[in-house]
């Protein structure tokens, strides 16, 4: 079965501050993609990336940056000078290729103070 | 409209009532899915529908809830009788081709609440 753990359920940061959403996954899928997924107030869940299990390269764009590692199965999300407008509920899902389902983890809910 | 669109965006019913959720993926999108988000939780999968058919509902938690595309475009969400249990956020979401490593893009949900 797969699974998604996101241990931290709420972050709170001043702005400019870095900060760094966890995710650990389980699956016993040798392909497999993971993804992260932003949820603001309005409810509309938004895609920010997605990562096949045979690319370990880290990502960045902008000011955030993601850090795949299979060997401890975790995908981080780091977000760089943070603002005001990042706050929001951060999911992280995983999919094996044999299913369209998306996993979900229970989301790290994010506050950017002023 | 370029997103997915969602109606309604709050529904309120009281227990034993039949209601309907209607999703618009995106225009062209092959695969839609809908989802059921808890307070405080993250989504979880109920079924999926590639064109008119539905491969995959093994996510339906009962009989109660069935889903049709029958056009292959537009689909429905009904979910008979109600229970309280049933109070929770349904998005619907679509992408673009079959492939899985397509990203999936969500509406805004329908809020459902039973009283």
């Known amino acids: 079965a797969q699974k998604v753990t996101q241990a931290q359920t709420e972050i709170s940061v001043v702005e400019k501050e870095d900060v760094t959403l966890d995710c650990v996954y389980e699956?016993?899928?040798?392909?497999?993609?993971l993804f992260w997924y932003k949820q603001p107030p309005s409810g509309e869940l938004v895609f920010l990336i997605r990562?096949?299990?045979?690319?370990?390269q880290n990502e960045i764009s902008g000011r955030y940056s993601w850090n795949f590692q299979k060997s401890t199965s975790s995908f981080n999300f780091t977000i760089t000078a943070s603002q005001v407008v990042d706050s929001a509920v951060y999911f992280c899902?995983?999919?094996?290729?044999?299913?369209?389902?998306?996993?979900f983890g229970s989301g790290t809910r994010l506050q950017v103070q002023p | 409209g370029a997103g997915v669109s969602q109606s309604p965006r709050y529904k309120v019913a009281k227990r034993g009532q039949d209601v309907a959720l209607r999703c618009d993926p995106i225009s062209g999108h092959v695969s839609l899915f809908w989802y059921q988000q808890a307070l405080g939780q993250g989504p979880e999968f109920l079924t999926y529908f590639q064109n008119e058919a539905q491969l995959d509902k093994s996510g339906l938690p009962s009989d109660r809830f069935f889903a049709e595309r029958p056009e292959g475009s537009v689909s429905t969400l009904k979910i008979q009788r109600t229970q309280q249990e049933d109070s929770a956020v349904y998005l619907c979401?679509?992408?673009?081709?079959?492939?899985?490593?397509?990203?999936?893009?969500f509406g805004d949900g329908t809020r459902l609440s039973i009283l």
């Open positions: 699956t016993r899928d040798t392909t497999y993609y």
């Open positions: 979401a679509s992408s673009l081709g079959r492939a899985s490593n397509q990203p999936q893009h």
């Open positions: 990562r096949n299990s045979f690319d370990e």
């Open positions: 899902a995983l999919m094996d290729t044999g299913r369209r389902a998306l996993t």
